[in-house]
């Protein structure tokens, strides 16, 4: 039989189990990525030089290598220094790093498309570059950005698969396994495909449902619920 729906009852659970550690990975990995992203776009914006230079040379060095290399690098090479992590943490941090290198990227797109007059009132106001960034800068320039953001949230999803390298046991390791063990592919195979696609796409209508939330709180902020 090509198809053997018995079969598929049986593995759904363990697919079911699995799916849980693709989503957790997925999510904090990209708030990670989220967070790092924002981070390095303000740096990157800095004046001083020994702040804005080595902050692009580190950028451009994570987005020029591969992401399973970075992986390997933070599981079996970070222990050298004394820094032992269990696979699931490395497998984030690699994620979310390599990911908040791209997200700067976009951050910085939505940073600069700011008027220069915001930031000259902000001056004039006496306003410190923290209250600046927080309060009048950050709340015009994410907005704009959140589908760029989306569509690496999707793309660092579907790279969740090379944590399987390190041995956890995600979505598509866990179909490995399970192929293995009745030398069936095609069920589990095709389970996970269904899953990838499903979760992509839940996650792409929820970027445009908080996207929309934020243009409406942008144009009034008073009555947005």
């Known amino acids: 039989m090509l198809w053997d729906w ?11 189990r699995a799916s849980i550690v693709t989503v957790q990975a997925t999510l904090l990995g990209f708030v990670l990525a989220a967070v790092l992203g924002l981070i390095f776009a303000i ?13 692009a040379g580190f950028v451009e060095f994570i987005r020029s290598t591969p992401v399973l290399i970075q992986i390997f690098f933070v599981f079996f090479v970070f222990p050298e220094f004394g820094i032992v992590l269990p696979a699931m943490v490395a497998g984030v941090i690699a994620l979310g790093l390599h990911y908040g290198t791209y997200c700067s990227e976009v ?13 000259e009132a902000s001056i004039a106001l006496n306003l410190s570059p923290y209250i600046t960034f ?3 800068i950050i709340p015009q320039a994410i907005p704009p950005v959140i589908p760029a953001l989306g569509n690496y949230l999707v793309a660092l999803f579907k790279e ?7 041995a956890v046991l995600e979505l598509m390791q866990t179909a490995k396994i399970l192929g293995s063990e009745n030398f069936r592919y095609v069920e589990p195979m095709t389970l996970v495909g269904g ?10 209508a929820g970027i445009r449902q908080v996207e929309a939330y934020l243009n409406r709180t942008l144009r009034n902020p008073g009555g947005a619920r």
Do not use: H, K
């Open 6 to 16: 018995n079969y598929v009852w049986e593995i759904m659970p363990a697919l079911l």
């Open 43 to 55: 740096l990157r914006m800095s004046r001083s030089n020994w702040i804005s230079i080595p902050t």
């Open 107 to 119: 951050y910085r797109a939505g940073l600069e498309n700011i008027p220069r007059g915001q930031w």
């Open 134 to 136: 927080r309060d009048i």
């Open 160 to 166: 969740t698969p090379l944590l399987s390298a390190i």
């Open 195 to 204: 899953f990838f696609l499903v979760m992509s796409i839940v996650a792409a």
